[in-house]
Each structure stands twice: as structure tokens, then as C-alpha cells.
Nanobody, 123 residues
């Protein structure tokens, strides 16, 4: 399994931006499809975005489409989530995850998870 560490979370006002990073180690990064998920208190973990192994395919949830951008730098073993026009409803712990074979929107398909980074958006 690959080890994942997220960073970049914080407190931001509505309308602001944050850029999350997820650094991977212990595996061949380009072999993994990467996903971003989030979990708010009292809610189940939900899909945010996913990116294919070389970044050619990207998928987003309807709630973040047009505001968030997922990217990756395989030379740096890192995947990013650029979050723009943030809303209070985006407040959650954000997790990155890795899997092989293909991309997926379902948390249970992913084998490796980071510890998460808190994002709080104030109104």
C-alpha cells in the first residue's frame, strides 16, 4: 500500500480559496488512481474528485464541479485539490485516497487513505 499525507487545510471565509496537497510514498505513484473525499460531522464520507494515473481524466461531484480542480505531479508524488469559491457547505475533513485498476467515486473501492486535513469555511 502507498502512504498518503494531506496538508493545506485551514480556516477560510466564504468565497475564498485553498489548495490541498497529498504526498504519497511507498509505491509507484503513477500506478495509482487518486481520489479526494470529504466527511462532515454526522455525514458519510462523500466523493469530491478523482484523477487518472497521468491526469488525463478527471471527475468531480456535482457540488464542486466548476469550483474545484484536481491535478497531480507524478514527479513529486503529489496530488492537489484547488478549491475556489468556497462555501460553508464545503466545511469537512478532506481525505485523499489511492487505488489501482481504475478510477472510482466510491470510498470502499480505495485501498489507501491519508489521515485527512480539516477545511473550515466561515460565512
Amino acid at each position: 500500500q502507498v502512504q498518503l499525507v494531506e496538508s493545506g487545510g485551514g480556516l477560510v471565509q466564504a468565497g475564498g480559496s485553498l489548495r490541498l496537497s497529498c504526498a504519497a510514498s511507498g509505491g509507484t505513484f503513477s500506478a495509482f488512481y487518486m481520489g479526494w473525499f470529504r466527511q462532515a460531522p454526522g455525514y458519510e464520507r462523500e466523493f469530491v474528485a478523482t484523477i487518472s494515473r497521468y491526469g488525463s481524466d478527471k471527475f468531480y461531484s456535482d457540488s464542486v464541479q466548476g469550483r474545484f480542480i484536481v491535478s497531480r505531479d507524478n514527479a513529486k508524488n503529489t496530488v492537489f485539490l484547488q478549491m475556489n469559491s468556497l462555501e460553508p457547505e464545503d466545511t469537512a475533513i478532506y481525505y485523499c485516497a489511492a487505488r489501482q485498476i481504475t478510477t472510482s467515486k466510491f470510498p470502499y473501492d480505495y485501498d489507501s487513505w491519508g489521515q485527512g486535513t480539516q477545511v473550515t469555511v466561515t460565512s
